[in-house]
């Protein structure tokens, strides 16, 4: 791993070009029992030329990269919000998705770097992969990436969303629409953001209220309005 360490490009391809075995680089030691996949090791340092070099060698460095080893690798770029890393990783995946996507679905990811406000760019990479689902729910909560988005206050994050044509009309567990969460947390911005989606359904009910009567309960005059303007009725 000393080559990769030092960020040392020449010297990663003099050693696989020379036969260094990827198998090995996965030594045991006492602490994790297995170290990560060199490419994943590679992720986790940032260095993102070796990385590149890593993924066009088809027939060493990823003949025993796993989608468990891509889920590790894509996590980390994500953690380390290194952009250029999460945009090389997901350029490759949506070229070779049959082969190497993660193991976890890419609405997982998504759904990660919203709760955690990555950078929009990260966003995109993502969305880049072009195989995501807007009715993803996740298995705890009923959460979907629009809910996560409200959940973290990330009003970047729900413009995005919006503008993809998440659906605005999705219940979660607790029977919150993200509009109706939004009103709840007193997310006035976002829930007006919401609102003016052509895509909700204005008169929905929310157990045995609605829309229009939760703005007014809390006084939200521009939301109350908007609502109105679209036909809410109390």
Do not use: W
């Not at 030594?27 to 986790?44: E, S």
Request: charged share 25%; glycine share 4%; with cysteine.
């Amino acid at each position: 791993m000393t080559a990769i360490e030092k960020n040392s490009v020449d010297a990663v391809k003099i050693l696989t070009e020379n036969g260094a075995s990827f198998v090995d680089g996965k030594l045991k030691n006492n602490f994790l029992k297995i170290n990560p996949h060199p490419i994943v090791y590679a992720v986790q340092n940032d260095r993102v030329e070796i990385v590149k070099y890593f993924l066009t060698r088809f027939d060493d460095a990823l003949k025993d990269f796993t989608c468990y080893d891509m889920n590790s690798a894509l996590e980390n770029a994500q953690y380390n919000q290194n952009i250029e890393m999460v945009e090389t990783l997901c350029v490759f995946i949506k070229d070779n998705y049959q082969k190497f996507a993660p193991k976890s679905p890419i609405e997982y990811f998504i759904n990660q770097a919203i709760l955690r406000n990555y950078p929009v760019e990260i966003l995109n990479s993502l969305f880049g992969i072009g195989v995501v689902d807007y009715s993803y729910q996740n298995e705890r909560d009923g959460l979907t990436l629009l809910h996560s988005a409200v959940k973290s206050k990330n009003l970047e994050a729900v413009k995005y969303l919006i503008e993809k044509g998440a659906n605005p009309n999705m219940k979660d567990s607790s029977n919150d629409t993200p509009l109706s969460m939004a009103i709840k947390k007193k997310q006035s911005e976002i829930a007006e953001l919401l609102a003016n989606d052509s895509n909700l359904d204005v008169n929905m009910k929310i157990g045995r209220s609605n829309y229009l009567k939760m703005a007014q309960a809390k006084k939200f005059d521009n939301l109350v309005s908007i609502l109105k303007g679209k036909g809410a009725i109390e």
